[in-house]
């Protein structure tokens, strides 16, 4: 089984002496009566959300809706979470429009009920953008430049860089020492990823010094819920240390033509908050495939979790490992291309 730790995210043990998985543990009666030690009164009334890296729920009180996350027990120390509040509370204080916990009348967000650890949250409406104009492109923009206005300093003490380390190295050889890999796909994979990690360090060597910061971290579409009043920015379980650009490339989409578009847009309303380094434009096919290794060893590493291989039922065979590898291989040739341009309005 692979836990989070907070030196190395891919440390192994050994999954046979495990009776069950945590998990199993989080009853409805146990969700709802942990929502009610914080003076709720629930009705009973439960859905589960689209979580699988922690478990959240829509809970029905007499006075609303609330989301009740539940932290997957091992993987942040209490530390770590209460950085990733932090940063919430302060986005919200500064009238950015992120969902952060709610706090008690002890200033408290992070709560622990049964062996979990757990934050309720204003439950929020909303659905996901699909920006298809400059417009909508600029008001996202705009909200991730206020992000990262605040989010400069001070910096993380807890939580973890998004480095080629952690989601280069560290994933990798979590699956080269896994079951995972099918055996002619091994010596493939191992090779490929040799030649793709020297790849993305020429990149990161080519962009020179990149300042880090604080980041949403894991900033795509499903994060934002659109709503009649704009964009309200959810999730931010994997937030911590890494280059602006994390938090702007997967936003762009289509064929390179239209990325540029769509990031002058995003750089036009980011800018008037916030700096951008457009040296960092280089890293941007370099992040993308860090992103599939890092994706790759986080479901194998999930695969414990009962939820997984009902969720992922595609992934735990040969014909997954062989797209992963040409997915790969296309990314190879990606990260040759000459980078992104910004062609300022």
């Not at 709560?111 to 309720?120: E, L």
């Not at 909508?136 to 206005?149: N, Q, T, W």
Request: with cysteine.
């Amino acid at each position: 089984m692979g836990i989070l730790t907070n030196d190395n995210e891919y440390e192994t043990t050994d999954s046979s002496a495990a009776a069950g998985h945590p998990y199993d543990a989080l009853t409805p009666d146990v969700i709802l009566d942990a929502v009610e030690t914080l003076g709720f009164q629930c009705t009973g009334e439960l859905l589960a959300l689209n979580s699988y890296e922690n478990r959240v729920y829509r809970v029905a009180t007499e006075s609303g809706n609330v989301a009740a996350k539940f932290y997957r027990p091992q993987r942040w120390s209490k530390e770590q979470i209460q950085e990733e509040h932090d940063f919430a509370l302060d986005l919200e204080k500064q009238e950015v429009p992120v969902v952060a916990p709610m706090v008690d009348e002890s200033g408290v967000s992070l709560h622990h009920f049964s062996n979990f650890d757990f934050a309720v949250f204003r439950w929020q409406p909303g659905r996901a953008p699909e920006p298809d104009a400059d417009d909508d492109f600029r008001v996202l923009g705009r909200y991730i430049g206020r992000i990262h206005a605040i989010g400069e300093k001070p910096p993380f003490k807890y939580r973890p860089e998004l480095n080629i380390d952690t989601f280069g190295h560290q994933p990798s050889q979590f699956l080269l020492n896994s079951r995972f890999l099918p055996p002619h796909i091994e010596s493939i994979y191992g090779g490929l990823i040799d030649q793709l990690l020297s790849q993305i360090q020429a990149a990161f060597d080519a962009a020179g010094p990149t300042k880090t910061l604080r980041l949403h971290g894991d900033c795509h579409l499903s994060n934002i819920l659109w709503t009649d009043t704009g964009p309200h920015i959810v999730d931010l379980d994997d937030c911590r240390m890494g280059p602006a650009v994390q938090d702007l490339w997967m936003f762009l989409s289509g064929e390179r033509s239209e990325r540029e578009r769509q990031l002058a847009a995003v750089l036009s309303g980011y800018t008037e908050f916030y700096d951008f380094d457009t040296r960092q434009l280089q890293l941007i096919e370099a992040l993308r495939t860090l992103r599939l290794i890092h994706y790759s060893a986080w479901l194998a590493q999930r695969w414990d979790d009962p939820a997984f291989p009902i969720a992922f039922p595609w992934f735990d065979n040969i014909r997954y490992w062989e797209d992963h590898v040409l997915t790969l291989r296309e990314q190879q040739a990606e990260m040759n291309e000459p980078s992104l341009e910004w062609h300022r309005y």
